[in-house]
C-alpha cells in the first residue's frame, strides 16, 4: 500500500493543536434549504460553509458545527509559509470557514431558493486568518429525493507554484452520535460483497474506497454516506473534546499541487439512511454517471476556466 501523507487540518485537531475559537452562528446566520426529504442548513459568516443535514421534519443534526473548522466545507493546503496554529508550523491553507483565532471569510455572493443554493466566497488562512484574495471557492447545492448533491469548485489566481498535497474533498464532521464507519474494501466493487465496519480513533486512519463512498452510522443503523466519485481513498477519525466538539471526521482524498491557474471542481454526495440503502443510492448514482448523464467531470486542469454554469 502506498504511503500517504497526513491531511494536516485533520491531523492537527487530534494531536492537541488549537481548536478554532467557538463562534456561534446566531438564527439570522443561517440559510435552510428543504425540499420535503432533506433538510440542509449553511452558516453565511462561515463562507456558506454546510452546518446542518437532517430528514425534513426532524430536529436532529446530523453534522457538527462546534467551530469553523468543523463543517462540510472546503479546504486545501499548499507549502510552509512561516504561519504557525498555535504553536505548531503551518502552511498555506485556505479554509472556507475562516480561521482557527474566528477570522470570517468573505462572503461575495449567495443566491438561494427553495432547494438550491449557490456561493462564492474569499477563504481565509486557518492559521493566520489572512483574507486569501488569490482563492475563490464556490460551491452549488442542490437537495434532490434522493439524496444532495454538492458541486465544489476553487479557482487559484496566485504566482506561487506549491508542491503537490494530499487535499481533503471536502472535510466532512459529523455529528459524535455516527461512531462506526461503514465502507467496502474487497476486490469486487459494487457486487453487493459484503461491507467492513471501523471504530476509528483519535489518529488519523486511511482506508482505500473501491466504490468511492464512506459513511458513519449510529447505533440503531442510520447514519450519513458520502460519495465522491474521483476518490480513491479516505482518511477518518474520532474527536473526543467534550463541550460539544465531539465529533466523528471523514475526508475523502485528492492528490494536487496548487499552481497558478489551477481551477479544480468536483462532485459529492451526501445521503442519510442504513448503510444498504446508502450504498444502493450511490451505486445508482454511478450508472447515471457512467451513461453521461450526471457527471460533468470531476477535475478541471490547471489554466482550463470552464467550470459548472
Known amino acids: 500500500m502506498k504511503k500517504v501523507l497526513l491531511p494536516l487540518f485533520a491531523y492537527l ?38 452546518g446542518y443535514l437532517s430528514r425534513s421534519g426532524s430536529t436532529r443534526n446530523l453534522l457538527n458545527h462546534y467551530d469553523n473548522g468543523r463543517l462540510i466545507q472546503q ?24 480561521s482557527y483565532k474566528g477570522a470570517t471569510p468573505e462572503l461575495q455572493e449567495v443566491k438561494a431558493g427553495k432547494s438550491t443554493l449557490y456561493s462564492r466566497s474569499v477563504p481565509c488562512h486557518w492559521a493566520t486568518g489572512k483574507s ?45 452520535s455516527l461512531s462506526e464507519l461503514v465502507l467496502y474494501q474487497g476486490k469486487a466493487p459494487w457486487t453487493g460483497e459484503p461491507l467492513s465496519r471501523h471504530r476509528p480513533g483519535q489518529g488519523n486512519e486511511y482506508f482505500d474506497l473501491p466504490e468511492g463512498w464512506a459513511a458513519f452510522i449510529d447505533k440503531s443503523g442510520l447514519g450519513v454516506g458520502v460519495y465522491v466519485p474521483s476518490a480513491e481513498r479516505i482518511t477518518s477519525y474520532r474527536f473526543r473534546g467534550g463541550a460539544g466538539s465531539d465529533c466523528s471526521y471523514l475526508s475523502p482524498i485528492a492528490t494536487f499541487a496548487l ?25 445508482r448514482l454511478k450508472n447515471i454517471g457512467e451513461s453521461g448523464q450526471k457527471h460533468p ?10 467550470g459548472p454554469d
Not at 439524496?147 to 496566485?158: E, I, L, N, P, Q
Not at 503537490?164 to 466532512?172: G, L, N
Not at 471542481?265 to 445521503?271: R, V
Open 75 to 98: 479546504s486545501y493546503y499548499g507549502d510552509r509559509d512561516g504561519s504557525r496554529w498555535g504553536d505548531k508550523p503551518w502552511r498555506l491553507n485556505p479554509v472556507q470557514g475562516g
Open 13 to 50: 485537531v487530534i494531536a492537541g493543536g488549537a481548536i478554532a475559537e467557538d463562534k456561534k452562528a446566531e438564527p439570522a446566520d443561517w440559510i435552510y434549504l428543504d425540499n420535503g426529504v432533506y433538510r440542509l442548513g449553511v452558516i453565511r459568516h462561515f463562507g456558506a460553509g454546510i
Open 132 to 176: 486569501l484574495v488569490d482563492f475563490s471557492l464556490e460551491q452549488w447545492i442542490t437537495l434532490q429525493p434522493e439524496y444532495v448533491h454538492v458541486r465544489f469548485k476553487m479557482s487559484y489566481r496566485g504566482s506561487a507554484s506549491h508542491a503537490p498535497r494530499h487535499q481533503e474533498i471536502p472535510a466532512v464532521f459529523l455529528d459524535a
Open 259 to 283: 499552481q497558478p491557474g489551477l481551477v479544480f471542481a468536483y462532485d459529492a454526495y451526501f445521503c442519510i439512511g442504513k448503510p444498504g440503502e446508502i450504498r444502493a443510492q450511490f451505486a
Open 297 to 306: 467531470g470531476d477535475r478541471v486542469k490547471a489554466g482550463d476556466s470552464t
